[in-house]
Structures are given as structure tokens and as C-alpha cells.
């Protein structure tokens, strides 16, 4: 089975602070994404990568950055942490698509951010 | 992006058929539907996918519309562990990722006992 782990289940950061989220997958998926979820709003995307060095803006990526040097790994970066990214996120891998049939999207059990 | 539209609740008797509907009017003749669920406290799972017919797999069934502009999910018996939020989406095909894809807030099912 695919398994894609994010590196901690709750952290808690106080304003300012440069956060780090991990998240690593073990299926060589091509494909790795970035949401947050918040309640009422769903899943938005934030960033998502589609091979190793490159990367491109979801919905809201303001305030974030990310990084994927390497393929089973893909960080998610909040440069200054600030109270309105309080909020549980989640990441995702998946293949390349085959014959325009998309490859569905594995992901990991998010982690709880709390910005105090 | 093609937007999907399901009803934010919904509630099922244990054991019963759940019949989870999805519209999506602005479907694009090459986009699939997909449809995920999420347990508490976990993140989201694929559930099923289809193009224009009705398809089957062990967890449920996706019926899709003749003029694709709605599609079902039905869990042919839920169960209490059948209690999630679904979410239907779109994905137009590609075959080297760069896909920017979207969730909506989805339906949240309740599974009376």
C-alpha cells in the first residue's frame, strides 16, 4: 500500500516563527500536493509539484512556499507563521496520469497547526 | 475549473442503501468524475472514478448521467463506519501531472444506528 507520512501530527508555533512541514511518500509518485483544510471551506490547494525541482501555486498559496529536492520528499514552508494558518494540512502524491486517466490521490493524516 | 455541487448533509440509516448525489453542469466532454472520502481524523481516500458509464468497485458504485451533468455514489449498505464527508470531483486529463486539483466542502453523511 502507498503510504504518505507527514513528519508530525500537531505542532504548535508561535507568530514569527519559520515552520516546516515534511511530508514523504514511498510509491516514487511523480506528483505531490499541499492543502490546508479549514471548517466550512474544504480542501484548498495551496502548492503541488509535479517532479522533483518544480512547483506550481495552487488556490491560496500566499504566505507559503515549498520545496522538493528530492522525489519522495516535498516540504511545505511557512516563512513567517502567522495566526490565520492555524489550520490542519494535508499533503497527497499520485502517479502520472496514463491514457488521460488521472491516478488517484493518496494522502497522509494531515498535521494540526496551531500559530499562536 | 469545472465546479461540482452536492448538498452539505446528509443522513442514512445503518444498513440501508445512501445515495450521494453530485452535479457538476459544466463538465468538459474529457473530464472524469472522482470521488474521495474522509474519515474523522484521517485524511482523504479515493473511492471511485468514472468517465460515462456506471462503474463498481468493492467499496461502492458511481452511476453517472447519460448527459454527464450529475453522478451518484451509492453505498449499496452503509455501515457506521461509512460515515465520512464525500467529495465529488473533476479531473480533466492529463498524462504528465501539472494537475491543479481542486476539492469542494463536499457532503457530510451521518449513519444512524
Known amino acids: 500500500d502507498v503510504k504518505v507520512t507527514q513528519s508530525s501530527r500537531y505542532l504548535v508555533k508561535r507568530t514569527g516563527e519559520k515552520v516546516f512541514l515534511e511530508c514523504v511518500q514511498d510509491m516514487d509518485h511523480e506528483n505531490m500536493f499541499w492543502y490546508r483544510q479549514d471548517p466550512g471551506l474544504g480542501l484548498r490547494l495551496i502548492y503541488f509539484s509535479y517532479d522533483v525541482k518544480m512547483k506550481e501555486k495552487g488556490d491560496i498559496p500566499e504566505g507559503y512556499s515549498v520545496s522538493r529536492e528530492k522525489k519522495e520528499r516535498f516540504s511545505l514552508i511557512l516563512e513567517s507563521a502567522s495566526t490565520n494558518q492555524t489550520s490542519m494540512y494535508l499533503c497527497a502524491s499520485s502517479l502520472w496520469g496514463t491514457g488521460g486517466n488521472n491516478s488517484p490521490l493518496h494522502f497522509g493524516n494531515g498535521t494540526r497547526l496551531t500559530v499562536t | 475549473d469545472a465546479k461540482t455541487t452536492q448538498p452539505n448533509s446528509m443522513e442514512s440509516n445503518e444498513e440501508e442503501p445512501v445515495h450521494l448525489p453530485c452535479n457538476h453542469s459544466t463538465i468538459s466532454g474529457t473530464d472524469y468524475i472522482h470521488w474521495y472520502r474522509q474519515l474523522p481524523s484521517q485524511g482523504p481516500e479515493y473511492v471511485i472514478h468514472?468517465?460515462?458509464s456506471n462503474v463498481n468497485n468493492r467499496m461502492a458504485s458511481l452511476a453517472i448521467a447519460e448527459d454527464r451533468k450529475s453522478s451518484t455514489l451509492i453505498l449499496h449498505r452503509a455501515t457506521l463506519r461509512d460515515a465520512a464527508v464525500y467529495y465529488c470531483?473533476?479531473?480533466?486529463?492529463?498524462?504528465?501531472?501539472?494537475?491543479?486539483?481542486?476539492f469542494g466542502t463536499g457532503t457530510r453523511l451521518t449513519i444512524i444506528p
Open positions: 470531483i473533476l479531473r480533466a486529463p492529463t498524462n504528465f501531472g501539472n494537475e491543479k486539483l481542486t
Open positions: 468514472g468517465l460515462t
